[in-house]
């Protein structure tokens, strides 16, 4: 059983900022922060603390928010989190439009500029802004998202509505500087303009931010096209993207529930090499804009980045000391500050048809509702479901046609401009085929390859070879190749329909029928019910594909019509639990269904998801705790923080029977201290850190050699599979250094890792492997975006920033704090939040955010649940008026115009 010891800091690594789309966004504001630093110096401390305190603002007596029917009344607790009590649901949800504009607006205004593809219009001429803003508008989020609003139910209208007249009762009389310190550093370098009115689709557009970020495998897609690409056989690359474990557990056991016919498809032919370039190009768009939404971290062209997931769990009250179930979720997302998610309270003052909502949970600031929570009939969890929602299509193309089933087909082609802050306006060209945006397409305008030969033009000689076979259109057409990404989310959907029908719900049938309107991104959803005997469930939401031909893992030919996708698998037929035998569920991004079934037996749902190394973990540890008989909201708190390493199970054995004669020295020393590791990581673990650092030297000497840098192993639960496979066979091609004019095996691979490593942290963290810790390396600085990156000053960095901690947990384990093997040991995902319902008692339930709910750096709600998210700990989750009042420290009144 893993325990945390108190926040520890030291060198390191540190966090993601650096990295990916948050850490290039830094380099736009360099000089303004500069300016800044300038004027602190020159302006004196007043003026300086007038400019940083403004914005933070004034959250008690009395307010105005036009367009209310009657006052609302808002209790904030000693950490800020704010309850909202109204009398319809348009007052709760304009009131939370409201505090959601009063404590986040510039990360909601940096949302919608992302999602609109309209960064460059805030940040001005950055080089990874243009190339969020051409990819984001070649995929179209804003446009599906614009789209969607005519699917949703007319409620879900007014909700988004009245949420956005309630963030404009707080911007209208307000300029940006007003609004949020960001504002003004940004002011100083390029012209920031009024604030728009928010609008619904600013708030549905972030939807396609959380559907890409959760989109499964199309990095991995990528990856396995690449390297097969570079030349490898099928069977080595295979040999990197391991099937599931057979002895890991599935979400849904066998009978649980029935079990449909599969949508997987026959194994693709190998494209042409001469496709590895536009493949590449895909890659780069790819690159621009992972990290930029601050969910998932940077994804490399591999795989998901590290770590990106979620637990959750629910015990039926056959198992616990109440009699009523218990319900734990811990979503692992990418850290930064201020967090992800909003704490909130929406409880109409009568509950019926006209006001149904009495909801406590978690919100994303910019979108109305609550995202994951609990109400007086039940409590759900969210984890990612990795179903297979994308597939990357290789498409021929002549001019602004592509080829289908042999004959030309013209591409849509749309021209758009990309306005730039202080700068000049970017034309960018959008091409869309049939199977979607043509994503190699997107950084074109803006990275011209003149006089560069790009690889995209077959010669001739090809060309006519093609024709001959009867798969070209034309023996005289010049032909290049492209990639389409055909993904679930660019149709529009009524997922903000399935937030607010699971916040009304009052059973789990009615959880149930909500689920069934979620398209993207695809969750896994646990459920239970209040009081003794409460159902406990998990359903399946998502739309899956079914694919006429192809298994969804590697890029598929466009230009043959068999590829094409046949609609969605109906929802009806997607998996459901109620009540299962045992009385428990655990979903940790695992395999749905038990691997192994014939297509005709079982529903492919995709086979890149977490390889089940948590799911292990959990189900054995819960396993013991029902077999007690009275498990308890503590248990479940404890179970949250178990750090236990896969690793001291597959890859540190081998290494220690691989280096028995090493001699006496430091190494010899770190060596002992491992074999006395139990595999917990806790931030004082010597045995952790020696454990990881080895980690890392056993991958980059058996990958990076063959591997290019994009596709280097982040270490996650594919890495861990892939070695503990690799290790049966010591001779393997994969051990052997082709760079080297030797042939290396197994042994000789962990022996220089184990050195390697030792070396590497005698170097950092001195010659006593027992006084090595975990904490000194495993670190994390929730980083504001854009202006909490290392290349910005020390002074704003501190404001902006939240201070340095070492951290328990790692890969693969259920306390998820990853790191990218490639990079280091900085944290890069993190349970984003940790949540624990009692369904006996609301009020003894419990909670914690990364950071706090404000995101204003001089507020005092500004960080304040970090240091005792760090150790592990969390605070009370009051649900019901008793508790929220006992808890109230500041008390608002919004009252109409009139």
């Not at 029917?69 to 800020?80: C, I, N, T």
Request: one cysteine or more; charged letters at 20%.
């Amino acid at each position: 059983m893993a325990r945390r010891g108190g926040p520890a800091s030291g060198p390191g690594t540190g966090g993601p900022a650096t990295r990916g789309g948050h850490g290039r966004l830094v380099r736009r504001v360099l000089v303004a922060v500069a300016a800044v630093v300038v004027l602190a110096l020159v302006a004196g401390a007043a003026l300086v603390t007038v400019a940083v305190r403004a914005p933070v603002p004034d959250r008690a007596g009395r307010q105005v928010l036009p367009g209310l029917s009657g006052p609302v009344e808002v209790l904030r607790d000693a950490r800020g989190v704010p309850h909202v009590y109204a009398d319809t649901a348009a007052d709760l949800f304009a009131a939370q439009g409201y505090l959601h504009a009063q404590d986040r607006f510039f990360e909601m205004d940096l949302r919608r500029h992302i999602t609109a593809g309209r960064l460059s219009e805030l940040v001005g001429a950055d080089e990874a802004a243009l190339e969020a803003d051409a990819v984001i508008r070649t995929l179209g989020w804003r446009r599906t998202g614009e789209a969607e609003l005519a699917l949703l139910d007319p409620a879900t209208i007014e909700h988004l509505e009245a949420y956005a007249r309630g963030v404009d009762a707080w911007t209208a009389d307000r300029s940006p500087r007003q609004l949020s310190l960001a504002y003004t550093v940004l002011g100083l370098q390029v012209p920031v303009g009024p604030v728009e009115p928010w609008t619904p689709a600013d708030s549905v557009a972030w939807l396609k931010a959380l559907a890409w970020d959760l989109r499964s495998n199309y990095s991995a897609e990528l990856g396995r096209g690449l390297l097969l690409a570079e030349g490898l056989t099928d069977e080595r690359v295979a040999q990197l993207y391991p099937d599931y474990p057979a002895e890991h557990p599935s979400i849904v056991r066998d009978g649980e529930t029935e079990r449909p016919v599969g949508t997987q498809g026959a194994p693709v032919p190998r494209l042409p090499a001469t496709a590895g370039p536009a493949l590449v190009r895909a890659a780069d768009a790819l690159a621009a804009v992972d990290g930029l939404t601050g969910l998932a971290g940077s994804a490399r062209a591999g795989g998901t980045a590290e770590g990106l997931g979620s637990n959750s769990w629910v015990v039926s009250g056959q198992h616990t000391a109440s009699g009523a179930p218990l319900l734990a979720n811990d979503p692992h997302l990418a850290p930064a500050s201020p967090s992800t998610w909003y704490q909130v309270g929406l409880h109409c003052r009568v509950v019926d048809d006209d006001c149904p909502y009495d909801v406590t949970g978690f919100s994303f600031s910019g979108m109305p509702g609550v995202f994951i929570g609990q109400t007086p009939d039940l409590a759900w969890g969210l984890t990612t479901l990795y179903a297979d929602h994308t597939d990357l299509v290789v498409e021929r193309v002549v001019g602004d046609a592509q080829e289908r089933d042999g004959r030309l087909v013209p591409l849509q082609v749309r021209e758009e401009v990309i306005e730039v802050a202080g700068g000049d306006p970017v034309p960018l060209r959008v091409r869309v085929g049939d199977s979607g945006p043509l994503l190699s397409d997107a950084l074109d305008t803006l990275r011209p390859l003149a006089g560069v030969v790009d690889g995209t033009a077959q010669t001739d000689a090809q060309t006519d070879a093609q024709t001959d076979a009867g798969t070209g259109p034309d023996a005289d057409a010049e032909v290049e190749h492209a990639v389409a990404l055909r993904w679930t989310a660019t149709e529009p959907g009524t997922t903000l329909d399935a937030v607010f029908a699971i916040n009304r719900a009052r059973s789990a049938d009615e959880v149930v029928a909500a689920a069934r309107l979620l398209d993207v991104p695809g969750q896994n959803i646990v459920f239970a019910e209040t009081g003794v005997g409460g159902a406990v469930g998990y359903v399946t939401p998502s739309a899956v594909p079914v694919r006429g031909a192809g298994d969804g893992l590697t890029p598929v030919p466009g230009w043959d019509s068999a590829y094409d996708w046949q609609g969605d698998v109906p929802r009806d037929a997607l998996p459901v639990v109620v009540d299962p035998a045992r009385g428990w569920l655990v979903t940790a991004n695992n395999a749905v269904l038990t691997p192994g079934g014939t297509l005709d037996t079982a529903l492919y749902l995709g086979d890149d998801t977490d390889l089940g190394y948590r799911a292990r973990v959990l189900e054995d540890r819960l396993a013991a705790l029902v077999d007690r008989g009275d498990v308890t909201v503590e248990d479940m708190l404890d179970l949250q923080l178990d750090a236990t390493s896969p690793l001291v199970v597959t890859v540190v054995p081998a290494v220690l029977a691989a280096t028995g004669e090493v001699p006496d020295g430091t190494t010899r020393e770190a060596l002992d201290v491992l074999g006395s590791w139990d595999g917990d990581q806790p931030v004082d673990s010597a045995g952790a850190a020696y454990a990881a650092a080895v980690w890392v030297e056993v991958l980059a000497r058996t990958f990076h050699d063959e591997l290019p840098p994009a596709l280097h192993p982040d270490g996650g639960s594919r890495w861990v599979r892939a070695v503990d496979l690799l290790l049966d066979d010591p001779d393997d091609p994969w051990w052997d250094d082709v760079t080297t004019p030797g042939v290396e095996t197994r042994d000789d691979v962990l022996r220089a890792a184990a050195v390697a490593a030792a070396d590497r942290l005698a170097a950092e963290l001195g010659d006593d492997p027992a006084g090595w810790r975990w904490g000194a390396l495993h670190t994390l600085t929730p980083t504001h975006t854009p202006l909490g990156g290392d290349a910005v000053p020390w002074p704003v960095r501190r404001l902006f920033n939240l201070p340095e901690r070492g951290l328990a947990g790692g890969i693969s384990t259920v306390d998820a704090a990853s790191y990218d093997a490639a990079d280091g040991f900085g944290v890069t995902a993190v349970p984003s939040m940790r949540m624990v319902v009692d369904l006996a008692d609301r009020d003894a339930s419990r909670w914690v955010d990364l950071t706090g709910v404000s995101g204003h750096p001089t507020d005092r709600y500004h960080g304040d649940q970090w240091e005792t998210w760090a150790s592990g700990g969390t605070f009370p989750m009051p649900a019901t008026r008793a508790a929220v009042e006992a808890a109230a420290t500041v008390r608002l009144e919004l009252v109409p115009a009139d």
